[in-house]
């Protein structure tokens, strides 16, 4: 599986997760999110963007959703 933000501005990295992983909440979060998502939309299109995910139980829950809204706040 691979995970990649897409924009007309373009692009981030395309990051891989290891096969086996079981990507939870506390995965999607701490590794997806913070690790390798979040800083590369911040680095590519700093001043707009629109982040979608889909219904996945680790996008919706509410830790997922509060990492969203404090990190994207000031983006």
Not at 13 to 36: A, C, E, S, W
Not at 47 to 62: E, I, L, N, V
Not at 64 to 72: F, P, Q, W
């Amino acid at each position: 599986m691979a995970s990649v933000g897409v924009s007309t501005l373009g692009r981030t990295n395309l990051h891989f997760v290891d096969p086996g992983v079981k990507i939870n909440g506390q995965y999607y979060r701490d590794t997806l999110l913070m690790k390798d998502l979040l800083p590369d939309i911040k680095q590519s299109s700093p001043d707009y963007f629109t982040f979608q995910q889909d219904g996945t139980p680790a996008h919706r829950t509410h830790e997922t959703v509060n990492l969203l809204r404090r990190e994207t706040l000031f983006l």
